[in-house]
């Protein structure tokens, strides 16, 4: 049996809502950046993944309480849309600059950094050279395809 577009919908509803993982009531979703090339994928595991440590970096906490959950009538996805920090889910260098990195897309998981829940690779790797220099990743989403579940 393959399961209507109601129940993906009501999937990610509940997922939305779920003080255990994606809507934790205590502990921050953290938001990283890998400065590998990574594959992402339902197998991608913590081990594929290396957070970035250019200057300034730092990872971003996700806001706690309910995210944004909904459907997608363009492409016929299920949604989450994570609520942004104050200052958005922004990546800032500083100085004194010493050593150039390269990153090639973010990654979500849980305050202790010991789950993975989803990454997502950057269309070209962006390349910081000096301090000074801002990545805005813009919105979060968490986005379920149609037909993904059978």
Do not use: C
Not at 10 to 34: F, R, S
Not at 36 to 47: I, K, T, V, Y
Not at 112 to 120: K, W
């Amino acid at each position: 049996m393959i399961p209507t577009r109601s129940l993906r919908n009501e999937a990610m509803a509940l997922l939305a809502a779920d003080t255990a993982t994606i809507n934790p009531v205590a502990d921050h979703l953290k938001l990283k950046l890998a400065q590998n090339n990574f594959a992402p994928s339902e197998g991608l595991s913590l081990a594929g993944l290396t957070e970035a440590t250019f200057l300034g970096y730092a990872e971003i906490a996700l806001p706690l309480g309910a995210q944004l959950e909904g459907f997608d009538p363009t492409t016929l996805d299920s949604l989450i849309i994570f609520n942004e920090p104050a200052g958005g889910f922004v990546y800032t260098t500083t100085g004194p600059w010493i050593t150039d990195q390269t990153v090639y897309g973010y990654y979500l998981t849980n305050l202790g950094g010991t789950v993975l829940y989803g990454s997502f690779l950057f269309t070209a790797p962006v390349t910081f050279t000096m301090a000074g220099q801002i990545l805005d990743v813009g919105d979060v989403t968490l986005r379920l395809p149609t037909n993904s579940i059978s």
